[in-house]
């Protein structure tokens, strides 16, 4: 089947810590990965995404790789702020479907 | 400005009542999910639609149907309210088997007393 396994939650960083929250991956052929972030009381937005082997999604400060041989999808800062406290999620979409799977959620508390 | 809205941020309702969720999308895409999401389980799908008055049941479908009578527009329908639907509702989108990005609403926080 497919499924998304993101670290457990919640994460607390001091302003300007190095930050990776872990995301792998179960899927039958080649998915697009995805990570979303939702900011207290609103939708999830698209942070970054990639959708072949060996890609790298990037904004905002925010990287990940889509690591096909580790089926994994990490998501990292060099310096987080206050203002990326939120909720991350890593997504993933069968390239032969339509639906999208989620993983629970990491929540992120960056203190100044 | 791509979009998804929702019909309502907040709504209180009673036991019993029957309720809409609405969300109307601007992008002309083919697929439209409606998701709940709780503390701890993150996003749980309800019901998707990859075309109008075409839908698929989720993980989560009891308790919900679903209408989509436009392209557009794609309801959610709690048939007789109970306190255990009380979560966050999030509407999403997207074009049909490709490697799109989902767009969320801002989402509908349901409290039912």
């Known amino acids: 089947g497919n499924s998304v396994t993101q670290m457990e939650g919640p994460v607390t960083l001091s302003e300007e810590a190095f930050l990776t929250i872990n995301c792998t991956y179960t899927a039958t052929g080649y998915p697009s990965l995805f990570w979303y972030v939702q900011y207290p009381g609103e939708g999830l937005q698209l942070l970054l995404k990639a959708t072949k082997a060996d890609d790298k999604g990037s904004n905002k400060g925010f990287e990940a790789t889509y690591r096909k041989e580790t089926t994994s999808f990490h998501l990292e800062k060099g310096s987080v702020q206050v203002s990326d406290s939120a909720v991350y999620f890593c997504?993933?979409?069968?390239?032969?479907?339509?639906?999208?799977?989620f993983g629970t959620g990491t929540s992120l508390t960056v203190i100044p | 400005d791509v979009k998804v809205t929702q019909s309502s941020r907040y709504l209180v309702k009673r036991t019993g009542e029957k309720v809409f969720l609405e969300c109307v999308q601007d992008?002309?895409?083919?697929?439209m999910f409606w998701y709940r999401q709780d503390p701890g389980l993150g996003l749980r799908l309800i019901y998707f639609s990859y075309d109008v008055k075409m839908k698929e049941k989720g993980d989560i479908p009891e308790g919900y149907s679903v209408s989509r009578e436009k392209k557009e527009r794609f309801s959610l329908i709690l048939e007789s309210a109970s306190t255990n639907q009380t979560s966050m509702y999030l509407c999403?989108?997207?074009?049909?088997?490709?490697?799109?990005?989902?767009?969320f609403g801002q989402g509908t926080r349901l409290t039912v007393v």
């Open positions: 997504a993933l979409l069968r390239n032969t479907g339509n639906q999208f799977y």
């Open positions: 992008m002309d895409h083919e697929n």
């Open positions: 999403a989108s997207s074009y049909v088997g490709g490697r799109g990005e989902a767009f």
